[in-house]
Structure formats: structure tokens, C-alpha cells
């Protein structure tokens, strides 16, 4: 069994496959005749549950470092209240992800054009907000917290592990050809020289 810090790690790599898929899958669905419906709502279904868990981890993250950090490293408690921003913003757009994954279940088709757009807008805050800063308090992560702690900011179990394989198998069975969440690369590119 993987040792919670690598649930964590695992958790946010098959994320970031799904995301990468259905990003791959809109622009394949854009040139394409075929109708994208059932991979847009497994990658929803996927997506949706996915973030609301990264924000509630991060948060039990944030709260416990803070309780941690001494007061006299203001520069630490100014890194940790950003995170809290950011995940009250990623709150947001998560929201309204959601109101568009609805739409689409509620709707289909009639809703896609509204679903694609919220969609670009929801991963473009992933990558460019949320992703973009994500190590700001590493140096902290790696000396305050225990196997313990990290086991409580996880907060997994064998049933989210379970219906977490059905959701990303719903999502490679329903992907355009060519498109499979588990080939997608998770290693961050070099940053240049």
C-alpha cells in the first residue's frame, strides 16, 4: 500500500492526466463530427470530485503548516494566506465547472458550446493560477509534517481509491481514438537554461 504523501502524489498525477486528456479531447471533438457528450461528462465526473478534494486537502494543508509556522516567519504566513486565496478562488471556478457539467447533463448537446467554454476557463485557472505556485511552501511541507499528518490531509480510503479507477476508466472508455488518460506524460518539462 502507498504511503499517504504518495497518495497525494499519485492522486494529483492522474488528475493531471484526466485534465490534459480532456483538453486533448475538446480539440480533437472541435474538428470532428462525433459527438463529445459522454467523454465531456467522464471527464466532469472525473474533474469535478478531483479538485473539490485537492481544495480540501490543500486547505488541511495550509491549516495545519499554519498552526506550525511561529508567527515571527510573516513571510511563510504571507505564502500560506495566498494559498488560502487561491483555493477560495479555485472554489470559485470550480463552481461554475460544475453549473456547466450540469447544464451538459441536463441539456447534452443544446449546452456543449457553454460547457467547452467554462471548461477552458476552469483549466486555465488549474494550470495558470493554482499550478503555477504550487511549491511555495515546500520547505515547510517537508519539515512540519509527519506520516501522520499527511495521512489526515489525504483523507483517503479505499472506496474514494476505488471510485476514482471507475471514473478514469469511464473516461478512457469514452476519449476520442488516439486520446487515453494513462499514456499522458506527468514529469514537468525542464524549465530552460
Given at each position: 500500500?502507498?504511503k ?7 492522486e ?9 486528456a480532456f483538453?486533448?479531447?475538446m ?7 462525433a ?5 465531456y461528462?467522464?471527464?466532469a465526473d ?6 473539490r478534494?485537492?481544495i480540501d486537502?490543500?486547505m ?6 499554519e498552526s ?7 513571510e511563510d504566513?504571507e505564502?500560506i494566506a ?8 479555485s472554489d470559485?471556478?470550480?463552481r461554475a465547472?460544475?453549473?456547466a457539467?450540469s447544464?451538459?447533463r441536463?441539456?447534452?448537446?443544446a449546452a456543449r458550446a457553454?460547457?467547452?467554454?467554462a ?6 485557472f488549474v494550470?495558470n493560477v493554482?499550478?503555477a505556485r504550487?511549491h ?11 506520516e ?12 474514494l481509491?476505488?471510485e ?9 472508455a ?5 486520446i487515453d ?13
Amino acid at each position: 500500500m502507498m504511503k499517504p504523501l504518495e497518495i497525494l502524489q499519485w492522486e494529483r498525477r492522474r488528475k493531471l492526466q484526466v485534465r490534459e486528456a480532456f483538453r486533448a479531447g475538446m480539440a480533437a471533438f472541435g474538428t470532428s463530427q462525433a459527438d463529445p457528450v459522454a467523454f465531456y461528462r467522464a471527464c466532469a465526473d472525473y474533474l469535478a470530485p478531483a479538485q473539490r478534494r485537492l481544495i480540501d486537502q490543500d486547505m488541511r494543508l495550509a491549516n495545519l503548516i499554519e498552526s506550525r509556522v511561529p508567527a515571527a516567519q510573516s513571510e511563510d504566513h504571507e505564502k500560506i494566506a495566498a494559498l488560502k486565496g487561491r483555493l477560495q478562488d479555485s472554489d470559485v471556478a470550480l463552481r461554475a465547472f460544475e453549473a456547466a457539467a450540469s447544464d451538459l447533463r441536463q441539456q447534452g448537446g443544446a449546452a456543449r458550446a457553454r460547457f467547452e467554454s467554462a471548461a477552458r476557463t476552469y483549466i486555465d485557472f488549474v494550470v495558470n493560477v493554482l499550478g503555477a505556485r504550487s511549491h511555495s511552501l515546500r520547505h515547510l511541507t517537508s519539515t512540519l509534517l509527519s506520516e501522520a499528518d499527511w495521512g489526515f490531509i489525504t483523507g483517503m480510503t479505499p472506496e474514494l481509491i476505488a471510485e476514482e479507477g471507475e471514473l478514469f476508466e469511464r473516461v478512457r472508455a469514452t476519449a476520442p481514438a488516439g486520446i487515453d488518460p494513462a499514456t499522458v506524460p506527468t514529469e514537468r518539462p525542464a524549465k530552460p537554461a
